[in-house]
């Protein structure tokens, strides 16, 4: 069966036609979602960032030569996160005798968190990535239709063509730019968090 080039672009052009519709759903989708993590990391911020002033120094020298009763009540008053104070009981609470033993259970318990923190991350690092691709998808489909009705004379279905155009690489650029700062935001943060975790890791283990 031969194929002419009149026949592969009408393929390619009924193909582009089909994706535009589930490229403006995904648009719409990811800037639902980057609104909700916008939401999430201003909540994260009030309810566990804000005003907590941490002296890792300091909870390492008050906890130097306390038993390990003592040293879960000190590192449970401090500031630490949650998952962090979940994590210090994890390992202060174990029946773990041998010091190596002890360290690789903390090794354990820091890979875990830092694999909580990444799926936290990993959202908004696809969103930047992947919103900026289907915005300029969404963007130049229209643009076919609306160049055709340029040549018929037809302005409506031309501004309506622009229009969506305009909109799909304004929602692609606006929901990949505000995922992007997130990403930046939660690693400085989760970065931080994890340096500590580890750093009180390392003086539990005695």
Do not use: C
């Amino acid at each position: 069966m031969e194929f002419d080039s009149s026949t592969i672009k009408t393929a390619i052009h009924v193909f582009s036609s089909i994706l535009e519709t589930p490229a403006i759903i995904i648009l719409i989708v990811a800037v639902i979602i980057v609104v909700a993590q916008l939401g999430s990391v201003i909540i994260e911020w009030f309810a566990s960032r804000a005003g907590k002033h941490l002296n890792v120094t300091r909870v390492l020298t008050e906890i130097a030569g306390k038993n390990k009763a003592d040293t879960l009540a000190i590192l449970q008053k401090r500031d630490f996160q949650k998952t962090q104070k979940k994590a210090y009981a994890m390992l202060l609470g174990s029946n773990i005798h041998s010091v190596e033993d002890q360290k690789i259970f903390a090794v354990q318990l820091l890979a875990d968190e830092e694999t909580r923190l990444d799926g936290r991350v990993a959202v908004t690092d696809i969103i930047s990535r992947i919103a900026p691709m289907f915005g300029l998808m969404a963007t130049l489909i229209p643009l076919g239709p609306g160049l055709i009705a340029l040549g018929q004379g037809d302005t409506k279905t031309l501004s309506d063509s622009l229009l969506t155009a305009f909109d799909a690489t304004v929602a692609g650029l606006a929901s990949a730019g505000v995922a992007y700062i997130i990403s930046k935001v939660r690693k400085r943060w989760y970065q931080s968090d994890l340096t500590t975790m580890e750093t009180i890791l390392e003086g539990v283990i005695k």
